[in-house]
Each structure stands twice: as structure tokens, then as C-alpha cells.
């Protein structure tokens, strides 16, 4: 029977075309735009490091001018300074800890036709990889004097070995950046964490940097930050090493903790960091610092904004528009179909059957709007990624969770839809059609 309802219902849209597009319009178009920002938020509110969240802490520090608060959440600076950075790393209390800024080098390849180029690099310590399960193809991560002292080694990614060594093992090999010969030590697989849970400082949804250098190097190389940088007092001394010196805030710090009592042995580590800095005249304002785990720093830094929830509201505001007009027409559709109804009831067809057959109809209507609306979502993600210009090319995609979603979306809207048109028809009186057949 039900395969019979599905011819009649597959009949029925064929032999009205113009008023099924328009049914089919309406909620294609109402799925869609739906889908397109619902899909956004989706990607959006990910967590990464879901996996680890209870484990991982971003750091802050409560640094700031004694004058005026921090302007972020919670008032503590979003990042540390160098020297206060450099005092962390000494804590052996965190099971791994990494420091880690922005940056981009000029990359060149010796006797090769390719030109120069400059790439997004990360500088970090060696637990980065580790601690945020970055997953190698070939070779791995520095030694650990590479982070206190010049050590010339570089960790490429995926893209960039494909690149510059055509995808082949280049553990080993030499390349150029900003002049300065480096040692290949590591390639790691894809790896595109969306949103980047570890720096949400400089875009949280722009690519994985495509280079990787030991935290060491600063010095040598005088090396700032390629991002966000805020500082309200300068350091006593001059040039690259006052500004590593000063109150400049331009280094984002996390720790892995495995247990409770680590933890408080942390904290303890901190006030007590914090106490002796205040009597060298440092961290004038009261004492204070914050443990974040992955999924606090997410709702901190907004990433997920009240904008983009409200935007989400409105969509399905829009779809139930469309449901409505899809009301109208299917009801005007159904109502010219009453004789049909009439003459079935006369028969013997009863009125549950009548309900379902055109409740079926309905939601023929929207599996096929739900894949219309499926294609204009994508249309519509391509075009948000167009104009981003690669700055949520991580998040706005549309996977397979989502397209089922969009059809099932689809179906409740049409279901909702034909309920009263199809409860109306099936209360189809046989006797006034049977006088006039």
C-alpha cells in the first residue's frame, strides 16, 4: 500500500507542475538558508580538544596596568609576556606545557627554480605536537634544548613537504627561511583543527600554520609576534631585548594537567610566581591567574558569538515562513483534488487512508526540497567561504551529519506542513461529489 501512495503522490506532482515547483521552492529555499547558517554554527561551536578537556588549561595572568582592567571576558589578559613565559617553562609541575606565538617566514629552496615565498609558521616548544595530538608522517619533534638555545630545525606540514619536496621524506633535507639555512626534523600529516582551539587570538577559524620552529630562537633571530601584541609599559632595557623585557603580552600559553592534585600544585606554583613578582614591583593589580579548560576558552574568547545565535533563530524563522506559504499552496493543491478524495471515500477508502495518502504526498514535497535545499546550502557555504577569503575555510563546509539533517529538516517541515491540508481532505463529504460525477 505504501508503494502505491508513492505513485499516486509521485502522479499527483507531475500533473500539477507549476504549483509543485512552487511547494518544492518554498522549502528548498526555507532549508537552505536555514542550513547555511545552521551548518555555521555547527562548525563553529566544535571543540577540538574535546578529548582532552579535562586535561588541557590555557593560561592567563593577571599582569596588567594597575590603572585600568584587561579588556577581555574575565579580565585577565588573553596572553603572557616573554619574560613571565620564560619563568613558566621552568615549572616542571605540568606533565606538558607549551609557549607559542604567530609568525611567517620567507622560504626559499636552494638550487630550485621556485621561487621565494612566505609561509605562516608557528614558534613553539617541542611539547606542542603532543599536547595537541598533531599527528607526524615522518620524523618528529625537536630536542629539548632546541627550545632554549639556537637550534636551526624546522616541522613542516603536509602541504608544505608536498611543496617543496613533492610529498617525499624530507627528514633531513635543507631549506631556507628568512635567509637562514634549517634543518627538516619533522613532516606532519593533514591537520586542521576547526575552530583553532590552540590560538584563538589570531583568527579562530583561519588554516594550521604550515611551519613549525623551536621557541629558542627568538633571540638570534629577533623574532616578534605576527600577531596580536598589547603591552602597556616598556621594559628597561633597548632595542629586541627591552621589548622582550617589557609588559608586552604576545605569548599564548597551555599546560597539561593529569590530576586534581597537580593541578593545586600548579596553582599553588602560579600565587606563588605572582607574590614574588609583586615585590620586584610587578603585578601591581590583586592577585589573580586562570586555568581554562578547551571548552571554557572556546565560550571566554566568543567564538561562538550571541550574533550568530540569534542568526540561527532567525533562519528558522524564515523556514517557517516558507512552511506556511507551503501550507497555503498545498491546501489550494488538495482542496482541487477533493472530487478524487470523494469518489475513493465512496468506495470504501477510509478516512485514515486518505490522511495518509496525502500526508505522503506531502512529504515526497520535502525530500525533494530537502535535496534542492542541500544544493543551495553548499551554494550558499561557497559563497561565505568566497568572501571570508580562506578565514573559514576550516568551518564552512558541510558534511554528512548536516546533510541528513537538512533532509530530515526538510521532511518535519513538509510533515508540518501537509498535516492540515491532508486532515482537511480526508473530512471530504462523498456524497456531494458522487451528485455531481
Not at 609557549?99 to 627554480?113: I, K, N, P, W
Not at 591537520?191 to 638570534?220: C, I, Q
Request: aromatic fraction near 12%; charge should be neutral.
Amino acid at each position: 500500500m505504501f508503494g502505491y501512495y508513492i505513485s499516486l503522490a509521485l502522479r499527483s506532482l507531475r500533473g500539477t507542475p507549476i504549483l509543485s515547483g512552487l511547494m518544492i521552492s518554498a522549502i528548498a529555499v526555507g532549508v537552505g538558508a536555514s542550513m547555511t547558517v545552521l551548518t555555521l554554527n555547527y562548525m563553529m561551536s566544535q571543540n577540538a580538544l574535546k578529548h582532552k578537556d579535562d586535561v588541557l588549561f590555557a593560561v592567563q595572568l593577571d599582569g596588567w596596568n594597575p590603572k585600568e582592567t584587561a579588556d577581555t571576558t574575565n579580565e585577565i589578559p588573553w596572553q603572557l609576556t616573554y619574560r613571565d613565559t620564560q619563568a613558566l617553562l621552568r615549572s616542571d609541575i605540568p606533565t606538558r606545557q607549551v609557549a607559542m606565538h604567530r609568525f611567517g617566514f620567507t622560504v626559499q629552496l636552494e638550487d630550485s627554480s621556485m621561487r621565494p615565498f612566505t609561509a605562516s609558521t608557528r614558534i613553539t616548544t617541542r611539547d606542542f605536537f603532543s599536547l595537541f595530538d598533531v599527528p607526524f608522517i615522518y620524523g618528529g619533534t625537536w630536542e629539548n634544548e632546541a627550545d632554549s638555545s639556537h637550534v636551526s630545525v624546522v616541522v613542516l606540514s603536509k602541504s608544505m613537504n608536498d611543496k617543496l619536496f613533492s610529498g617525499e621524506d624530507s627528514v633531513g633535507k635543507n631549506i631556507t627561511l628568512n635567509g637562514e639555512p634549517f634543518t627538516v626534523v619533522g613532516v606532519i600529516d593533514h591537520w586542521e583543527p576547526a575552530p583553532k582551539v590552540y590560538d584563538l587570538n589570531n583568527s579562530a577559524f583561519a588554516s594550521a600554520e604550515k611551519l613549525f620552529v623551536p621557541f629558542g630562537l627568538h633571540r638570534n633571530l629577533e623574532i616578534y609576534s605576527w600577531g596580536n601584541t598589547n603591552g602597556w609599559k616598556n621594559g628597561e632595557g633597548h632595542g629586541y631585548e627591552g621589548f622582550l623585557q617589557s609588559e608586552d603580552i604576545w605569548i599564548q600559553y597551555w599546560v597539561e594537567i593529569n590530576s586534581s592534585d597537580q593541578k593545586s600544585q600548579y596553582e599553588n606554583f602560579l600565587t606563588a610566581y605572582i607574590n614574588g613578582e609583586k615585590t620586584q614591583g610587578r603585578f601591581e593589580r590583586p592577585l589573580k591567574f586562570a586555568l581554562s579548560k578547551p571548552s571554557e576558552w572556546l565560550v571566554l574568547n566568543e567564538v561562538l558569538r550571541d550574533d550568530n545565535r540569534v542568526l540561527g533563530w532567525i533562519s528558522l524563522a524564515f523556514l517557517l515562513v516558507c512552511v506556511i506559504n507551503a501550507v497555503a499552496l498545498l491546501l489550494a493543491k488538495f482542496l482541487r483534488k477533493a472530487p478524487e478524495a470523494g469518489v475513493r471515500r465512496a468506495l470504501g477508502a477510509s478516512r485514515g487512508a486518505i490522511f495518509t495518502q496525502h500526508l505522503i504526498e506531502s512529504s515526497a514535497i520535502g525530500v525533494i526540497g530537502g535535496i534542492a535545499g542541500i544544493f543551495i546550502a553548499f551554494m550558499g557555504i561557497s559563497g561565505i567561504r568566497y568572501l571570508a577569503m580562506g578565514q573559514m575555510d576550516t568551518v564552512a563546509t558541510m558534511d554528512w551529519v548536516m546533510m541528513i539533517a537538512a533532509i530530515g529538516l526538510a521532511l518535519i517541515a513538509s510533515l508540518l506542513a501537509g498535516i492540515y491540508p491532508a486532515w482537511r481532505i480526508s473530512r471530504t463529504n462523498p456524497s456531494i461529489y458522487l451528485k455531481t460525477q
